[in-house]
């Protein structure tokens, strides 16, 4: 069974929102931190946001900022990513990850850091 199970990717218009769920099947979102990375098709998995457990601190890629809000309930272990005013260089398929020794800073985000992963959802701008 996967750690992490994303959902609520879909198409969408230019400038239109829609809202990402990771959900957890044991304690994955449990400690640490979750994290949203993105990956387009011919280019590299990048970081873009991420909320820490302890005291929901977040950090936010500069192409993001003002678009995207993550939050995280805790209870329910799940982490979720708004997406607002959908760009063209939004549309990619988009991972939930988490690590329980993390904790998100303005350093920025690494694949390498995150242990578990979910499968991702593709989110897909219309034409």
């Known amino acids: 069974q996967e750690p992490l199970v994303e959902s609520g990717g879909g198409l969408v218009q230019p400038g239109g929102s829609l809202r990402l769920s990771c959900a957890a099947s044991?304690?994955?979102?449990?400690?640490?931190?979750a994290a949203w990375f993105r990956q387009a098709p011919g280019k590299e998995r990048t970081g873009v946001s991420c909320?820490?457990?302890?005291?929901?601190?977040?950090y936010y890629a500069d192409s993001v900022k003002g678009r995207f809000t993550i939050s995280r309930d805790n209870a329910k272990r799940l982490v979720y990513l708004q997406i607002d005013n959908l760009q063209p260089e939004d549309p990619a398929v988009y991972y939930c990850?988490?690590?329980?020794?993390?904790?998100?800073?303005?350093?920025?985000?690494?694949?390498?850091?995150?242990?578990?992963w979910g499968q991702g959802t593709q989110v897909t701008v219309s034409s």
């Open positions: 990850a988490s690590d329980p020794m993390y904790y998100c800073s303005e350093d920025g985000l690494s694949a390498a850091d995150f242990r578990s």
């Open positions: 909320i820490s457990s302890s005291d929901g601190s977040t």
């Open positions: 044991g304690g994955a979102l449990d400690y640490g931190a």
